[in-house]
């Protein structure tokens, strides 16, 4: 609102006053209403943090993963085998030094989002499986060859969970890595007079 006032003004200013010619006029005030509109903050645009992504965003997918992480935390009472156990506890683990990540730098957020709404999901399905079976032991091998099943698909979800995390973290390296390298390209050229 203030912004467009502005433009308004400084067009009628750059028109009346000053006989600048109606395009020139146009676009000084539409960059008047421009620079308005960034110094007076317009404060819903203003939470927009890096890439698109957003406050409200990144709170929408930490309450998403804590929901999910609260119903595979559910589970964990009911599992009798302490290797399933810690395995799941290890995966809880890990997401929490994603999400920490995450708050830290939202670079990731989107790439995060995806990976979090297949991988937890999939994980909760699984634990669901799980604590079936594991109330069905006794009805033979064929429960038993499954239960060992669920194991392996854990351990590969708790890899993936770990691989999404370590590529969070190389991301930064690679970032530190850059800037290192700049940092001694600009250094060697002051050395060299250039």
Known sequence: MIG?????IVFLVFFLF???GLFLSLFIGAAGTAAAWLLTGNRRGMDILVEGVTDEELKSLIMDIKERTDTVSAYLPGIHDRTV???????LTTIHQIVRKLKSDTRYVKISRRFFSYYLDTLIKILGNYAELEGNRDLGTDVVTRIDKVKGALVKIHEAFKGHHRRLLEGDMMSLDAEIALLEKTASRELNGE
């Open 4 to 8: 467009g006032l502005i433009g308004g």
């Open 18 to 20: 000053l006989k600048a």
């Open 85 to 91: 156990t810690a395995m799941v506890s290890g995966i």
